[in-house]
Structure formats: C-alpha cells, structure tokens
C-alpha cells in the first residue's frame, strides 16, 4: 500500500480556486495505476509484474506551473521512501493530461482501450482522477465526453450503470468536490434516454448531501417530459421543490409545457394543473416569462377553451404583461379550428391595435382555415394583404390555397399559381407536389399527376408514398386496374412500403376482377412486410370467394382474422351467410347466424333479410315472421326487399290472408312494390284458382309502370294451362312477346305442352 502523502497545494493559478489542506491532497492517492498519472513522463518503470524495487522517488513537478496573473507558483511533492510492486501502468499521455490540461491529449483516452490494456480497476481509477480534475479546472464539456465514453462502454458490455455513482464519487468526506461530475453524468444518463439511471443519480446525491445544479436538474426534467415519463417527473419537481435545488423560472416553464403540449394528443393536456403552476410561480416570485405565458395559452386553446385564452391575454396586455404574437397565434388557431373563422378575424385586427404585428404563420393560420372551409377567394385576399405588409407568403400558406383550390376542382388553377411561384423564385417541396399529385387525380387527370411525379423526380425530390398512393387510388377509380397494379408494383420495388388502404384497393381490384389467388398471394406478401390485413381486406376476399360459390374456403379466413384480432363484422357474416344460402347449404348459414348471436354481432338490415329469406324458402315462416318482427322491435324498419321476402314466403305455404296483410302494409309504409313482390301474389292467388284477382294484380302493375317479367308471364300461362284455357295462356305468350320479354327455358317447355294440347284439341274435335 501506498502511504499517506500530504499536499499543500498552494493558490491553483488555472482554477482561480484557494485550496489549502494539510491532511487531505487534491490528487488522492490510488493505487499504483492512479499513482503513476502523477509521475513525469520522463520517469521510467519496470513493467515487469512483481518485481520489487526499493528507491527513493523524488518528484519535482517543475513543468507543471500554474499562472495567475504574472505570479509563479510550484507545486511540490514531499520525499517519500515506498516499496511499490509495479506493474502495467497507464500511458505517459494520460499524466499530460495533468500536467497540460489539454482536451487535446485527453480526447485520445479512449475508456475501452484503456479496460483491455490495465484492466477495470486501475483505469477506472484513472478516469475518476482525471474527470474530477477536470471539472474542478471548469473543463466541463470534456468531463461530459469523458463521462459519456465511460457510460457508452457499460451500455455495450451490458454492465451495470447504476454503479456508477459510488464509483466515480472522489471521497464521501469530500463529496462536494463532484458536484460538476455528478452534474454532468445526470445530463449524460438523459441524453442518452437512460432517465431511471438520471433520476438514481440525483437521488444518490441527495443521500449524499450533494446540492445539485438546477440546470442539471432541468435538463432532466425536460427529458422526463419528452418521454412522457409522467411519474418521474413530478416526483423530480416535488423533491426540488422540497429539498432542493430551488426550481427557477426555466423549471416552471418545461413543466408547463408538459402539461400544455401533450404528447400524445389532447387527452393528455391538464390545463389545471398548467394553471397551479402559473398561480405557484407568482406565489414564489418567479416572474413567468412571455414563453411560459405563449405555453399556456397555447394549451387552453389545443383544448378548446379560446375564449378563456383570449381573455387572459387581454388581461395582460391591461396589466402590461408580457403578450407576442405567438400568443395570439395560438389563439388565432384555436378559433380556425372551430370553425369561427369571422371571429379570427376579428383577433388579427385587436392584435393590430394592441402594436403586435402579425407574421407569417399568422396569416398562414388564417389561410389554412379559410381554404379548408372552401372559401378561396378569402385566401386569395390574405395573401395579397401579405404582399401588401411587405410579407412575402411562405410556401405554406400557397399550399393552403392550393388544397382549397384542388378540392374546389380547380387543380388547373393551382398549377398555374405553382408554376409562377417557381418563375419567382420559389422552391417547390414534396407538399405542394403532393397536394397538386393528389388534386389531379381526383379530377381523373392522371396524365397531368403522373407528370407531376416525374417532375419531383427531376428536382431530386423523391415521391412518398402518399404520392403513389393517390395514382393507384385514382387509377382503380377509373377502373384502370393494369396502371393501377404498375405503379403499386413500382412502390414495391423502390423500396416503399404502401399503406393498409392501398393494399386493399389493389386487392379490391383483383377481386372484382376475378383474380382471388393474386389477392391472396398479395394478403400473405403484406403480411411478410409488415402489413396486416384488416376487416376491409378479408371482406373483400371473403366476398369474392363467396360469389365464386366458394363459401367454405372464405370460412376458412376466420381464425386468420381471430389470430390477427381482427373480430369478423356484420357485414363478413351477411356476405357468408348469403353465401351459403346460395349454394343451398341453409344448415350451415343458419350456424353462422347462431355463432354471430353467440359473440355480441348484432344483425343489421341485410343479414336479417338474407336469414328470412333462407327461412323462407324453407317454408318455416313461423321462424321468419318472428325474425321479421324482431327486426322491426330492434328499430329497424323494414324495406320493401325484407317484405316482399315475407309476402313471397307466404305465398309459397298458401297464407295469402297473411301475404295480403303484409302488402298493404308495405304499402302504407310508402314501399313501392316491385315486379317480384308481384309476382309472388299472382302466383299464390293462382295457385289459389283466383284468377281474377290475379288479372286484377297485372292491370295493378301495368298501371304503375311495373313491367311483368318472365316469371310472371310464366306463373299466368301456368295458370292458364292449369286451367285449360289454352287460348288465354296462348295470348299470354303473344303479349310477353309484344313487349319485348324474351321467353326462358320454362316458357318453351310450357310452350311445347300447349301446342302439343292444341294440337290434340284439333284433332279431337275432328273426330
């Protein structure tokens, strides 16, 4: 062990710090690792382990003078006889750090080189000796990089950060010599998004009874804030409010930003406690400053209390408070966003009067809103008022106008106002391309976006994906599906991951198409990048698959969508029901309504009307008219699909009593019948042998313009023929000709039936 040497370190010229101890030295001594940092470089070792040397060491650090004013001063080490077992010891060039403190030779210490050298316990020694030497020579931003290369090192090697305060303390009887260190270490833990270690440190040195800097303290709240680490952070505010360090106007402010800003949107703004901390800094005399004002009024309006923001600005400007014009820019903004567009103007001209001159992003505030409601002539005449200030209008505020104008359908204008911004001098962004790009394409002006986006190319703006996206949009709109595909496959290959919406109108696309194996094969490609399928994309799929009379392969998406929380809708069910009751398989349609019942889904209009017509056709009216009714009491009203399913399904069992009930009904209701809901009548009614009420029924039709079809010409000449009457059923089928309704399969076997008759009729009467 080495012994105790004493220094009397007299008046440190660099620090301009009078340090005089007799027992304690300023460069402890470690040990031999730590020792060597204070030898001459022209000193020599035997770096051979374990080799015992009995000398007299005399260190004389001559070199090492430090000035103030013109004075000298020397630094002298007293003789000591030590046995010291040396070792591998550090480079001469860390003792020039001492000797010179030259950031230039102590940025070449790297902590990693050092650790695979000397091992961990001498070089951390050595990093504690110079980090605090150097804070006390006030070199603060290396004691930050050499802080920030030793917390680097314990985050790659996994080794615990927490350990570091004990570590680079210097001596608890001397602790107050770390205050800048530990200062340092707190702000580098938080830039480095290592929050808990931060808020160890401070604690730590509470313990300890370090007075941290607030400005330290600061820099941590505003990091805590910024990763809405709400827990921390207040506990860090009430500890400095409580023990220490005092918070300061800075303090306030970053906390009143937090609670006005919000970082994950408007739920997260708490303008009462903002308000607590308003009425906390006049309490303790801290003069809020125009930022912390702007900051509040800012979070009463993202809030939507503009009226109360407004009135506390004109409170300050009568108690000549601290106002510029970000305060009423919020302002301004609040009321745009409500829509009270008049009243923003009546803002801007108060704030004229008050002496605040507005800036751009004022009237670009204004701009924004008033194009957003459609009114472009106003936009127009803001920006010319602009002109008029000497304010020259920002590439936002024309962009503004040209989403006003684009909506308006007016992208040809746009363009023209685009163009000249250029020829004055204007830069053009992706934004103004973008809302261009996608205002063409809702005009169904491809040729004009698809231009536009070769012309961002040019000016080494490369197209995102919003862009790509309103060309595929517009491309499926027109029903352009091959463009479409191009330039979605174009997104593929240049690397852009295209949004969920644009996968599902490419997958649309090949439904309707016909191709439901390229939309599958696509739902599994997205799924490799990244991007899973939602309710509309398995819809679509499910639909196609349906219509292909492919039911049970569409069933098979369920528990895809169940393992992708995805809950299957209404709308999925209906379409499978549909589905199946198309391909005859009422059984498992009635199944899916149960398992639908089962999980919550609430049948709408369209499921309800798909299930009474499977009972229906089923002949289990009972069942049907209870669904019927159910679907009325669950305040859904019934349209005339759903009765005419009802009246039919009566009519098919021979209740016409019921079915007539039901048609007037759907009558009165203001539901014009159709031609099949006729049909099912003439058909029971002559079913019935009530020709004559049938006959009544056709003259019904005819009257309002119901033309019969096929079907029910078919059901009149079956009735006829059911009847003998082979004349009637024979002009029947001269009158379905005469107005055009082309007979089927039906009407020419009922036709073959009737001359085959007539011909037997002739003949039986010759004989």
Known sequence: MCSIARFCLVEPVLLQIRVVSNLKCLFRVYRTASSALLLDDDHVFDTSPGVPVDDLVEINIQKCQLRVGRKRNEIRVMKRRSRIHRKHVLSPVVVKVFKSLNWEVARHIKFSKTMKKYGFSRSIDAFRTVVNVLALAGMHMEVYALLRDIVCYYNKVNLDAFELFPILLESPKDAARSVIVFDLLIKVFAANSMLENAVDVFLQAKKTGLELSTRSCNFLLKCLAEANRREFLRSLFEEMKSTG????????????????????????????????????????????????????????????????????????????????????????????????????????????????????????????????????????????????????????????????????????ISLDIFRDLGAAGYKYDQTAYSILIKGFCMQGDLDSAHKLMEEMVRNNLAPDPSNFESLVHGFCKMGLWVNALEFFNMMLEGGILPSIATCNVIIDAHCREGRVEEALNLMNEMQTQGIFPNLFTYNAVINRLCKERKSERALELFPLMLKRN?????????????????????????????RMLKIGVTPDMVAYTILINILCHRSRMCEAYNLFKKM????????????????????????????????????????????????????????????????????????????????????????????????????????????????????????????????????????
Not at 280 to 302: A, K
Not at 578 to 592: I, R, T, V, W
Not at 722 to 728: A, E, Q
């Open 566 to 594: 995805v809950l299957p809708s209404v709308v999925v069910y209906s379409t499978l029901i549909d589905g199946f009751a198309k391909q005859s398989n009422s059984q498992k349609a009635l199944m899916l309504y149960a």
């Open 245 to 412: 360090p005092p918070p300061n106007v800075f303090t306030y402010t970053i906390m009143m930003n937090f609670y006005c800003k919000g970082n994950f949107g408007e739920a997260d703004i708490d303008t009462r406690q903002a308000t607590e901390i308003l009425e906390e800094m006049e309490r303790n005399g801290e003069s809020p400053t125009v930022v912390t004002y702007s900051t509040y009024i800012y979070g009463l309006c993202r809030v939507g209390y503009v009226e109360s923001a407004l009135d506390f600005v004109r409170s300050l400007i009568s108690a000549n408070g601290l106002v510029n014009v970000y305060c009423y820019n919020a302002i301004i903004h609040g009321l745009c966003k409500k829509g009270e567009l008049d009243e923003a103007l009546k803002v801007l001209e108060e704030m004229k009067s008050c002496g605040i001159s507005p800036d751009v992003y004022t009237y670009s505030i204004l701009i924004h809103g008033f194009c957003k409601q459609g009114d472009v002539e106003k936009g127009l005449y803001l920006i010319e008022e602009m002109k008029y200030s000497n304010m020259e209008p920002s590439l936002v505020s024309y962009s503004s106008l040209f989403h006003g104008l684009c909506k308006k359908r007016l992208s040809d």
């Open 632 to 767: 009325t009491e669950n305040g859904m009203t019934p349209d005339k699909i759903s009765y005419t399913s009802v009246i039919a399904g009566f009519c098919r069992i021979g209740d016409m009593r019921k079915a007539w009930a039901l048609f007037n009904e759907m009558l009165q209701r203001g539901h014009l019948p159709t031609v099949v809901t006729y049909t099912s009548l003439v058909d029971g009614y002559c079913k019935m042998n009530r020709i004559d009420i049938a006959d009544m029924l056709i003259d019904e039709m005819k009257r309002k313009g119901i033309t019969p079809d096929v079907v029910t010409y078919n059901v009149l000449i079956a009735a006829h023929r059911r009847r003998g009457n082979l004349d009637k059923a024979l002009e029947m089928l001269n009158e379905m000709k005469e107005n055009g309704v082309l007979p089927d399969h039906m009407t020419y076997m009922m036709l073959e039936w009737l001359l085959k008759a007539k011909k037997l009729k002739t003949r039986c009467s010759k004989d």
